[in-house]
């Protein structure tokens, strides 16, 4: 039996403006999803963690603050040292300029969401990105 | 003719569609009359400056002068601010506003190990008194008003504008400004809280309490309903809980024989404007006569000054869309007109490339140029509350007070405000609406023009076929700051820095007011990190409710 998608829905950093992750969390909730929510002001390392100890498919990250590609590069680290860089797929949301999307992905990040794509649209992304991880 | 009866007469008034206002109200196709049957002038109006104040606080209206056009800015180091702050001066801004970074309004240094990715990034980074002397290079702090959004830190900033002072000469009692210095809507949207809230109620006290008695022409609070309203509040809300907030600091103050006539008269607002120009113009109204009768009420006042409430009004980025984003332009002009046409006391309108980054000179001065051309080429602000007597608006206004009235009746029944932040209700009553209004908006129930109808056939989104030149975070600004603060923590007088750090907590276990303390402590150029982590050493921190 195929066990819901599991997501953690994080607020890295100390931007805390948590509208937009907690529509997020909702609406994949709504959808069937198991959502973990860690509310604000989390380190990447307790990101890496909790991805890790809750045994989530995918991790969400929701920056509002200009710090996405600091913070995505720590988080990668973070999972480096868990040995878990590749268990998670990562999707970022928020407020983050077109131009450094390419970066993102070239750190691995699945999908950067703008803050305007509909809701349905980013949770059948999301079960996308799920379907494609169910093969590891 | 009732209206009623006008409408079975006209077939195409039945025929045609109703229409519900963006805030979900119903409204009709014309109002009469019988809309505001029973408004009494004298009582429910008054005339400017006279009880409650409905028309407007002042009795010259904007004859005297305009509403302060006091744009927001920060970012970078403190010279990159400074140089954008007297760009802003002669381009017009009424004063300064500052907007620090994350790390400054949270407590935290530059150089802290887990911040490193936000200096300088959604506002300017300042680490000590030495980083403030910079920010005020050539801005005379007796000749330009202030402004800074700075909550549970700000008994630092306050700080540091009294050891500034004393340092260039200026006396305390000419400085002009405020600080928002509202904890309460930080733990409830914004999230820059540190502390407890018994402990950031008491750092808010001592902070009005130190202006009250020093620096009469400063508003020690500015109360951000706008934030209320971003995070997806209805008008009612903004208003309600922000006036819950008002008077819990009011209360807080009370406390320890502060009086009505002290703080009345220093509390301000600050609310959100949207396009729905005749709502909210109905909104700032209905607010005014409420907190007016709400303040009598409660506390009975000798001074009229203690029940009028002053506001600053802001249309803000999250209008803007980032597809054909020279249309900000046009929703900008509209979103002031609220504002204008309802009293505000001062007005803040985003850049119209705020979809996208904050703001660039070039939309800093279009976005003055548009209050300025509103000031001084439309009649808007020829006489005091032009909607006054309409009936529509004074409709509009009676049914937005009884709404804040039901809300705030409805918090009190619930066990009051602190209550409901301690165990998440009101963060989840206000996500709750945010989810539906999001929801409905994906649903395509509002019309945004260009994004979901009449879509250009090239694709005219993005930044890039805007020809935005959006504003970037200078990465050698975070080397000058580390720099800085490098070299302070070098210079200064490390023992005097240690006692001052240990008088401060002598001054929490005394229970005094910390300002004193805290100056000493910022004198001495200790960091707001060292100063913060005193205070957290001492009150601990504040436990977020996590409900999604």
Same mark, same amino acid.
């Given at each position: 039996?195929?066990?819901?998608?599991?997501?953690?829905?994080? &607020?890295?950093?100390?931007?805390?403006?948590?509208?937009?992750?907690?529509?997020?969390?909702?609406?994949?909730?709504?959808?069937?999803?198991?959502?973990?929510?860690?509310?604000?002001?989390?380190?990447?390392?307790?990101?890496?963690?909790?991805?890790?100890?809750?045994?989530?498919?995918?991790?969400? %990250?929701?920056?509002?603050?200009?710090?996405?590609?600091?913070?995505?590069?720590?988080? &990668?680290?973070?999972?480096?040292? %868990?040995?878990?860089?590749?268990?998670?797929?990562?999707?970022?949301?928020?407020?983050?300029?077109?131009?450094?999307?390419?970066?993102? &992905?070239?750190?691995?990040?699945?999908?950067?969401?703008?803050?305007?794509?509909?809701?349905?649209?980013?949770?059948?992304?999301? &079960?996308?990105?799920?379907?494609?991880?169910?093969?590891? | 003719?009732?209206?009623?009866?006008?409408?079975?007469?006209?077939?195409?008034?039945?025929?045609?569609?109703?229409?519900?206002?963006?805030?979900?109200?119903?409204?009709? @196709?014309?109002?009469?009359?019988?809309?505001?049957?029973?408004?009494?002038?004298?009582?429910?109006?008054?005339?400017?400056?006279?009880?409650?104040?409905?028309?407007?606080?002042?009795?010259?209206?904007?004859?005297?002068?305009?509403?302060?056009?006091?744009?927001?800015?920060?970012?970078?180091?403190?010279?990159?601010?400074?140089?954008?702050?007297?760009?802003?001066?002669?381009?017009?801004?009424?004063?300064? =506003?500052?907007?620090?970074?994350?790390?400054?309004?949270?407590?935290?240094?530059?150089?802290?190990?887990? /911040?490193?990715?936000?200096?300088?990034?959604?506002?300017?980074?300042?680490?000590?008194?030495?980083?403030?002397?910079?920010?005020?290079?050539?801005?005379?702090?007796?000749?330009?008003?202030?402004?800074?959004?700075?909550?549970?830190?700000?008994?630092?900033? @306050?700080?540091?504008?009294?050891?500034?002072?004393?340092?260039?000469?200026?006396?305390?009692?000419?400085?002009?400004?405020?600080?928002?210095?509202? #904890?309460?809507?930080?733990?409830?949207?914004?999230?820059? !809280?540190?502390?407890?809230?018994?402990?950031?109620?008491?750092?808010?006290?001592?902070?009005?309490?130190?202006?009250?008695?020093?620096?009469?022409?400063?508003?020690?609070?500015?109360?951000?309903?706008?934030?209320?309203?971003?995070?997806?509040?209805?008008?009612?809300?903004?208003?309600?809980?922000?006036?819950?907030?008002?008077?819990?600091?009011?209360?807080?103050?009370?406390?320890?024989? #502060?009086?009505?006539?002290?703080?009345?008269?220093?509390?301000?607002?600050?609310?959100? =404007?949207?396009?729905?120009?005749?709502?909210?113009?109905?909104?700032?109204?209905?607010?005014?006569?409420?907190?007016?009768?709400?303040?009598?009420?409660?506390?009975?006042?000798?001074?009229?000054?203690?029940?009028?409430?002053?506001?600053?009004?802001?249309?803000?980025?999250? !209008?803007?869309?980032?597809?054909?984003?020279?249309? +900000?332009?046009?929703?900008?002009?509209?979103?002031?007109?609220?504002?204008?046409?309802?009293?505000?006391?001062?007005?803040?309108?985003?850049?119209?490339?705020?979809?996208?980054?904050?703001?660039?000179?070039?939309?800093?001065?279009?976005?003055?140029?548009?209050?300025?051309?509103?000031?001084?080429?439309?009649?808007?602000?020829?006489?005091?509350?032009?909607?006054?007597?309409?009936?529509?608006?004074?409709?509009?206004? +009676?049914?937005?007070?009884?709404?804040?009235?039901?809300?705030?009746?409805?918090?009190?029944?619930?066990?009051?405000?602190?209550?409901? #932040?301690?165990?998440?209700?009101?963060?989840?009553?206000?996500?709750?609406?945010?989810?539906?209004?999001?929801?409905?908006?994906?649903?395509?129930?509002?019309?945004?023009?260009? /994004?979901?109808?009449? @879509?250009?056939?090239?694709?005219?989104?993005?930044?890039?076929?805007?020809?935005?030149?959006?504003?970037?975070?200078?990465?050698?600004?975070?080397?000058?700051?580390?720099?800085?603060?490098?070299?302070?923590?070098?210079?200064?007088?490390?023992?005097?820095?240690?006692?001052?750090?240990?008088?401060?907590?002598?001054? /929490?276990?005394?229970?005094?007011?910390?300002?004193?303390?805290?100056?000493?402590?910022?004198?001495?150029?200790?960091?707001?990190?060292?100063?913060?982590?005193?205070?957290?050493? @001492?009150?601990?921190?504040?436990?977020?409710?996590?409900?999604?």
């Amino acid at each position: 039996m195929a066990r819901s998608l599991k997501v953690l829905v994080a &607020k890295p950093g100390l931007d805390g403006h948590d509208r937009g992750a907690k529509i997020i969390a909702r609406a994949l909730r709504d959808a069937g999803m198991e959502v973990i929510y860690t509310g604000l002001r989390q380190t990447p390392a307790q990101i890496a963690n909790a991805a890790v100890q809750e045994d989530v498919d995918i991790i969400g %990250l929701s920056i509002l603050s200009g710090a996405h590609t600091g913070l995505t590069r720590r988080l &990668k680290a973070e999972l480096q040292k %868990l040995e878990a860089e590749n268990d998670f797929s990562v999707i970022i949301g928020g407020t983050i300029p077109l131009e450094d999307i390419p970066e993102l &992905k070239s750190m691995g990040v699945a999908e950067v969401f703008s803050n305007e794509e509909p809701i349905p649209n980013i949770v059948d992304r999301i &079960k996308e990105i799920g379907q494609s991880m169910a093969g590891r | 003719m009732s209206y009623d009866q006008w409408i079975k007469r006209s077939r195409s008034a039945q025929r045609a569609p109703g229409k519900t206002t963006l805030n979900g109200r119903e409204i009709k @196709l014309v109002y009469t009359p019988e809309d505001i049957d029973g408004l009494d002038y004298h009582n429910d109006l008054g005339f400017p400056g006279e009880f409650p104040f409905t028309r407007h606080p002042y009795s010259a209206g904007y004859r005297g002068r305009f509403w302060q056009m006091r744009l927001y800015s920060g970012f970078g180091s403190a010279e990159d601010t400074n140089r954008r702050w007297k760009f802003l001066l002669n381009t017009g801004n009424n004063g300064v =506003s500052a907007a620090f970074d994350l790390p400054t309004q949270l407590g935290y240094d530059s150089d802290h190990p887990e /911040v490193v990715e936000e200096v300088g990034r959604v506002g300017v980074a300042l680490d000590s008194l030495s980083d403030f002397e910079v920010l005020f290079g050539g801005i005379p702090l007796d000749k330009v008003p202030a402004t800074f959004n700075i909550n549970d830190c700000g008994i630092i900033i @306050l700080s540091m504008i009294i050891a500034l002072a004393e340092k260039t000469g200026v006396n305390l009692q000419s400085l002009s400004g405020s600080l928002a210095n509202d #904890i309460l809507l930080e733990y409830l949207v914004r999230g820059t !809280w540190r502390f407890p809230i018994k402990h950031s109620l008491k750092l808010h006290a001592d902070v009005a309490e130190f202006c009250i008695k020093h620096m009469p022409r400063f508003y020690p609070v500015n109360i951000r309903g706008i934030l209320l309203h971003e995070s997806g509040a209805t008008p009612a809300l903004e208003v309600g809980i922000s006036f819950a907030a008002g008077l819990r600091y009011i209360d807080e103050c009370l406390k320890r024989g #502060i009086t009505i006539d002290d703080y009345g008269p220093r509390v301000s607002f600050f609310f959100a =404007s949207g396009q729905q120009f005749f709502e909210e113009a109905a909104k700032y109204r209905a607010a005014r006569r409420l907190w007016a009768r709400l303040i009598k009420e409660r506390y009975g006042p000798r001074d009229p000054g203690s029940m009028v409430m002053k506001f600053t009004a802001c249309f803000g980025g999250h !209008w803007y869309q980032k597809r054909e984003p020279e249309v +900000n332009i046009i929703r900008a002009a509209y979103g002031i007109l609220g504002p204008v046409l309802g009293g505000t006391q001062g007005m803040i309108l985003a850049g119209y490339d705020e979809a996208f980054a904050i703001p660039t000179e070039k939309t800093q001065r279009l976005a003055l140029r548009t209050q300025q051309v509103l000031a001084e080429e439309t009649d808007a602000a020829a006489c005091a509350d032009p909607l006054g007597g309409s009936y529509l608006v004074e409709s509009l206004t +009676n049914r937005i007070e009884s709404e804040i009235v039901a809300f705030l009746n409805d918090l009190e029944s619930g066990g009051g405000i602190l209550k409901n #932040i301690e165990s998440g209700n009101l963060q989840k009553k206000i996500h709750d609406l945010s989810y539906q209004s999001r929801l409905s908006e994906d649903r395509g129930e509002r019309v945004i023009v260009g /994004v979901n109808k009449y @879509l250009a056939e090239t694709g005219a989104g993005t930044e890039k076929e805007a020809n935005l030149e959006l504003h970037r975070l200078d990465p050698e600004s975070i080397d000058r700051q580390l720099k800085r603060l490098g070299e302070v923590k070098r210079t200064r007088d490390g023992r005097a820095v240690i006692s001052s750090l240990q008088d401060l907590r002598q001054a /929490v276990w005394q229970d005094k007011n910390l300002v004193p303390a805290v100056v000493e402590c910022v004198k001495n150029y200790a960091t707001i990190g060292e100063i913060t982590e005193t205070l957290v050493d @001492l009150f601990g921190e504040f436990r977020e409710p996590r409900i999604i």
